[in-house]
């Protein structure tokens, strides 16, 4: 049985990625030292975040596509662990941009780049959770 998000479902998710994004940015901020700074802006870095992750997973679904259909077989998983490392460059390119123009300081880089891989799978369960129960989240046929 074919389904997919609903224009509502995709506002419900991005939502929770956006507010999910926002509380993890201030875990970096802390962490790279600069949390009695105004700057950057836990809002800037969470919608930051939110951007870069939309663009990627829209060229990555696009990608998906392309697949031959046998590929598809273990849909759920296969599709989710080829985005580990896309979801880790993303979150080494959001600590470049904001946190360390050097990234040379590798221990705390994974630390934070881990962290942050880990709070994307676990805003897409909740993502998809709110999509699924809330009205006109997934459209089903």
Known sequence: MPAGP???GLAYFVGVKAAGYTAASVILKNGY???DLQKPRVWTVGLTRTVIGIAAGLIYGVLWLYLPPNAHDAYGIRYLLGLLPIRLAEWTFLIWIFFDRSLHDQGRLWKYTIFGTICSYVLDAIGIGTALVL????WVC
Do not use: Q
Request: glycine content about 30%; cysteine-free; charged content about 10%.
């Open 135 to 138: 009205p006109g989240g997934i």
């Open 6 to 8: 609903a224009p509502l």
């Open 33 to 35: 030292g600069l949390r």
